[in-house]
């Protein structure tokens, strides 16, 4: 993992997003994942829970209604090939 402090949000890879055929790539250390997007059945909502002047709220940030699915085992990337074998 990157990990630079101990607040705030931690990277554990990189995601590439091809809009071209809806291919996601999650890049993570040495490895490689390909997934895909899939419709969800049902939206999901995400919320925050605010508190204003004593009384709790909440407010509707997003409405999620595709997810990222990846299913196949995350395949090794090799950058250089020893010549000694």
């Not at 004593?54 to 997003?62: D, F, P, Q």
């Amino acid at each position: 993992m990157k990990k630079d402090s101990t607040f705030g949000p931690t990277v554990i890879g990189d995601l590439h997003y091809f809009n071209r055929n809806k291919h996601p790539v999650l890049v993570l250390g040495h490895h490689i994942l390909n997934g895909k997007e899939v419709k969800l059945e049902q939206p999901m909502a995400v919320i925050e829970k605010v508190n204003i002047e004593g009384k709790m709220e909440y407010k509707v940030k997003a409405i999620v209604k595709k997810k990222l699915l990846f299913k196949s085992r995350p395949k090794p990337i090799i950058s250089n090939v020893s010549e000694k074998i």
